[in-house]
């Protein structure tokens, strides 16, 4: 009979112990999921400010060229004519 209460007694801090292991890992992937979202937003929030950084040096680097040297004046054309045939494609593409 000693030996019968000896294993539930066991058996009853084995699952006391499981339990309490499962809150705490539940605890632990709600705080890793809230840290995940943070980390997803900063992301996004780095990613739209390094497009629109690289967006502005490019803007800087077409008004430089024309107020530069010819090897600038250069590259500002040529990226006035690539933007000119962007244009172009996309009327293109609106008027099917």
Known sequence: ???NRAFIDSLG???RRVIDDNRRLREEVA???EERDGLV????ETEERARSLERRVKTLETAGAFAGNRADN???R???NRLLREIDSCIALMNK
């Open 41 to 44: 937003l900063r992301n996004r």
């Open 1 to 3: 009979m000693n030996d």
């Open 31 to 33: 705080r890793l999921a």
């Open 78 to 80: 040529l990226r006035v």
């Open 13 to 15: 801090e084995k699952i």
């Open 74 to 76: 250069r590259a500002a």
